[in-house]
């Protein structure tokens, strides 16, 4: 039917990646907001603080005291989800009670030792150093052969869950493959199967020939909001080589991640004039499962505010119980972020 | 391995009504919060307020009026997400690029002419004409031949999204099968074709067994938590009776769903002595599409808090990317539950 049109009509749309429906609703944004605003953000920091168990030289919960570091600083979470030591078990009754042990490793990044800062305020020499931190402790992690999913990601903002405005990372690394990344899994491998080639490098060819979506892209990286995004300012970094984890990153991609990540985060920024809350991770191969070829490396941002500094999306009754439902347009999105600045609010005053 | 222990280790737990796996960390509860602590509930209002859209004889945004209704009034929502005349269509690039026009109604069910009260505050009687409500609904939303679902659900509480305090719960109909339907679809589909019994029929015989996750029954349903319960305090109502959808409830299950609701609802306030906030909704059959006999009506309550009626869970970074997360167990859970008392702390004072 020619009338209908993306932009204007509910729709529901695929996501590739997880071969999951959203619902869209693209007239919906004129909806009044009488519901939940969040508290401005303290946006106030010095740049160290006695009180922080991330500052250098401070003490942590295990009595450990953190060193002096200059750039970034990594640790084992004092209150970790996955422990190494947990026993093998599990239970099975009637296949309606199902249960397996979980071994891993949880741990804390720091990303510098200014309390004040956030990646977007960090010079890009400086997030790059965190990127080497990434990918060697992914090689780290990788060597106990048991581990077989390594998630590095960011809460950023109290919204978000995060308990320490320090700026800082995890990564969980465990013996099975969590549920976001075995679909990941199944729906790369059967388009890889079919076609011979990777689903998101040739998502991405559509999507520059198109350029709606796209936000920016370097030498190495582009950066969109994906057709199917379910958060409302939700985005993607995809690395324009195949390549199936950040372990294959050159010198070059490295510094180009940075640029790629300071740019966007400045960006969020940049859209209410606050420190932009985030959720962030990347997705990539599992390890110690042989080959993953169809795996394409790529990050995720999925940001929560939707109307202004204060006021989010909520994903509560139909999202949990249904479907994601959205109400602007990925496409919207797009062009909202595309014509932001890159020079951070802070320092453009 | 005889020590491994799932109220002390790290472990996975299969949801059988959807396929999916979550992480639980009983041993994480020891963890200090420093984070966001929420606003204390509002919770003084009065019988009736001039600004309401839901007390009776207010104005709507759509400048009509409502009537001075005496139990539970209906009307379509002001701000649908889906409507009623979308074409027809869709797109379809390369299988990269897929979306698909919805088309659908969304309703509004005031559950009380009371602006002060909530579903826990109300007499079961009164209950009762909601379910009756919900019944009426559901069929008459069903005589569109092109509905092929119908999603009842309630947001309670501005954490959960509810933009307007005054009782109330919402209809979302739609001509498509929203992700999580066609999960629990395909999950008891799978398990009667294999064994020509209901999924949640044997589950149910399992837990009534067990006990350990029973938080109370009545003559008709069963309220426990749920062995891969995601929310700290997420319940379950099961119907006893292998019902497809609530369209086959006699006048006695109606009543006893009402009586279950209620004694739930009560012991949720009296939890953190707070209005406390959920997301409530029915799964049950497709509507138009035939037969579904391994369908088995219940209903999922999702409460966010955790720690205190200001402290919930937040499902970010890791949840998002890898896999939902809890911290407690969901027997810890079922026990706090089955100790509350089932007098309203408001009206025990
Ligand atoms: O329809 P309401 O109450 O305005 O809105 C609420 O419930 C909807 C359905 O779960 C969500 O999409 C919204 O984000 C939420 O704020
Ligand atoms: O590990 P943190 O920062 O204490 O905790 C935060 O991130 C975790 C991983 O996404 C979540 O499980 C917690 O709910 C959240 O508060």
């Known amino acids: 039917n020619e009338n209908f049109d993306l932009k204007e009509h509910p729709h529901s749309r695929l996501n590739i990646l997880t071969g999951d ?41 295990d009595g450990s005291e953190n060193p002096e570091y200059k750039a970034s600083y990594v640790f084992t979470n004092d209150y970790s989800s996955l422990l ?13 009670l199902v249960a397996n042990s979980q071994r891993g490793i949880c741990r804390v990044i720091s990303f510098s030792p200014r309390h004040d800062l956030t990646l977007p305020q960090m010079k890009t020499e ?16 990788a060597t106990y052969p048991w581990i077989k999913h390594i998630q590095i990601f960011e809460n950023k903002g109290d919204i978000m ?6 700026p800082h990372g995890q990564i969980w690394a465990q013996n099975s493959i969590p549920v976001e990344v075995a679909k990941e899994t199944q729906q790369q491998k059967e388009y890889f199967e079919q076609k011979g080639r990777s689903l998101l490098g040739d998502y991405l060819q559509l999507e520059l020939k198109r350029g709606e979506r796209i936000i920016f892209e370097n030498e190495h990286f582009v950066v969109l909001v994906p057709f199917w995004a379910v958060w ?9 080589r195949h390549i199936t984890s950040l372990l294959y990153f ?8 940075a640029d790629a990540i300071k740019r966007l985060t400045v960006r969020y920024d940049n859209m209410f004039e606050t420190s ?3 959720s962030s991770g990347m997705h990539q191969a599992p390890v110690n499962m042989g080959d993953h070829p169809y795996w394409h490396w790529h990050m995720h941002f999925y940001p929560p505010l939707l109307r202004s500094a204060t006021v989010k999306k909520f994903m509560v009754g139909y999202e949990m119980l249904a479907n ?13 972020l595309r014509n932001l600045s890159e020079v951070h609010y802070k320092s453009a005053r």
């Open 126 to 141: 400086d997030i790059r150093k965190v990127v080497d931190v990434w990918q060697t402790e992914y090689q780290d992690l």
């Open 21 to 61: 429906w959203i619902l869209v609703s693209p007239h919906r944004t004129k909806r009044p907001w009488q519901g939940k605003v969040e508290a401005a953000q303290a946006d106030e920091r010095p740049e160290y603080d006695p009180n922080c168990y991330l500052c250098p030289g401070n003490k942590r919960a």
């Open 276 to 278: 932009f809350p985030y």
């Open 84 to 96: 190494l030591n947990t026993p093998d078990g599990g239970l099975n009754d009637d296949e309606l």
């Open 250 to 257: 050159t010198d070059d991609e490295k510094t180009a991640l």
């Open 324 to 336: 994601p439902q959205r109400d602007i347009t990925a496409e919207f999105a797009a062009e909202k």
């Open 161 to 166: 869950g995060c308990s320490n405005p320090h």
């Open 232 to 240: 409302p300012y939700e985005t993607m970094i995809v690395s324009k």
